[in-house]
């Protein structure tokens, strides 16, 4: 079992940057896919971005392409999502997770990740 700890959300103004880390142990992270999404309040969990086992194949929502960038480094079992342009409609907390199968090119499905962080919360104010 791998777990997953999310780290640097916080409050930003509208136009705003941030910059979400995941760091992960217990599992051997280069062979999986990751992926982050985010729950609003009162919404569904929905799909922001992934980002495959083999550095270069990357998917991201309509609402955030263009604004978010989705990275990994295997050195430091580290993925990240950068978010720039800052929207009050970006508030949510947000969720790193792992494919439960290895060496996958990465999905936007969230029945295909079996290990969850606890979560980071990103206000971005009007």
């Known amino acids: 079992q791998v777990q997953l700890v999310e780290s640097g959300g916080g409050l930003v103004q509208d136009g705003g940057s941030l910059r979400l880390s995941c760091v992960a142990s217990g599992r051997i992270f280069s062979s999986h896919s990751m992926g982050w999404f985010r729950q609003a309040p009162g919404k569904e969990r929905e799909f922001v971005a992934a980002?495959?086992?083999?550095?270069?194949?990357?998917y991201y929502a309509d609402s955030v392409k263009g604004r978010f960038t989705i990275s990994r480094d295997n050195a430091k079992n580290t993925v990240y999502l950068q978010m720039n342009s800052l929207k009050p409609e970006d508030t949510a907390v947000y969720y790193c997770?792992?494919?439960?199968?290895?060496?996958?090119?990465?999905?936007?499905?969230?029945?295909?990740?079996?290990?969850w962080g606890q979560g980071t919360q990103v206000t971005v104010s009007s």
């Open positions: 997770a792992q494919e439960v199968l290895g060496y996958r090119f990465g999905s936007r499905d969230a029945r295909d990740f079996g290990s």
């Open positions: 980002i495959g086992w083999s550095i270069g194949r990357t």
